[in-house]
């Protein structure tokens, strides 16, 4: 996805203190721009559709229209916006249902002012963002399926494959892939078309989700 500059951002909370707040910090960003705010998920919606938005930062929280609820909206109908999940809530359940939504990150409203201008950067490169523990959660989570015996689908990667998977979801570039690997980096493009296309996946936060599920990335 071609992102212009700068990226053009959407604000959703229901607390007109907490965007105000929020774009303060992300104006304040030569690259970034708040063009629209909502006070609830319909909102959001709405404005999406008025008006281009790049990435959509979205509260867990709100009236009418959850932010979760809004995140699957987008997901399905207007893809190419990115999507930012922000609460005030460190809990599973939230982070879990977040990513299952389409979210390519979550951050904590508590750490806003340090974590949520690079989440933004992060997420408009197509990866994803996760604050250090929700990553051990994912990882813990992984591990609790596998003790329990849940059946892993047979693997459709090749060795190679697996290793430019793991190298991606640790944000390595197609040159450094490539350096690692010893192979060129029309190869490790031509590896990367191979994944989309056998895991159904458009992006690298969608192959570093699949990563962590094969336990292919440590916390």
Same mark, same amino acid.
């Given at each position: 996805m071609s992102v212009p500059f700068p990226a053009r951002l959407l604000i959703a909370d229901d607390h007109v203190m907490v965007r105000r707040g929020l774009r303060?910090?992300?104006?304040?960003?030569?690259?970034? +721009?708040?063009?629209?705010?909502?006070?609830?998920?319909?909102?959001?919606?709405?404005?999406? +559709?008025?008006?281009?938005?790049?990435?959509?930062? @979205?509260?867990?929280?709100?009236?009418?229209?959850?932010?979760?609820?809004?995140?699957?909206? /987008?997901?399905?109908?207007?893809?190419?916006?990115?999507?930012? *999940?922000?609460? *005030?809530?460190d809990n599973e359940q939230y982070l879990f249902t977040a990513l299952k939504a389409g979210a390519s990150g979550y951050v904590l409203k508590t750490a806003a002012d340090r974590d949520l201008v690079?989440?933004?950067?992060?997420?408009?490169?197509?990866?994803?963002?996760?604050?250090?523990?929700?990553?051990?959660? /994912?990882?813990?989570?992984?591990?609790?399926?596998?003790?329990?015996?849940?059946?892993?689908?047979?693997?459709?990667?090749?060795?190679r494959e697996l290793e430019v998977v793991k190298l991606v979801a640790e944000a390595h570039t197609s040159a450094e892939i490539a350096e690692l690997l010893q192979i060129s980096q029309r190869t490790v493009e031509r590896h990367r078309e191979n994944l989309m296309t056998k895991l159904a996946m458009r992006d690298r936060v969608e @192959?570093?989700?699949y990563a962590i599920r094969r336990g292919l990335v440590e916390p």
């Open positions: 303060l910090v992300l104006d304040a960003e030569p690259d970034l +721009r708040v063009v629209a705010e909502a006070s609830d998920g319909a909102e959001a919606l709405a404005l999406v +559709r008025e008006s281009p938005v790049d990435l959509a930062i @979205l509260d867990v929280s709100m009236p009418r229209m959850t932010g979760l609820q809004a995140t699957a909206e /987008l997901a399905r109908f207007h893809p190419e916006v990115r999507v930012l *999940m922000l609460s *005030m809530h690079s989440a933004c950067r992060a997420a408009l490169r197509g990866e994803p963002f996760l604050y250090p523990s929700a990553v051990a959660s /994912l990882i813990r989570d992984f591990l609790d399926r596998a003790r329990t015996g849940e059946t892993v689908p047979e693997e459709p990667l090749t060795p @192959l570093t989700r």
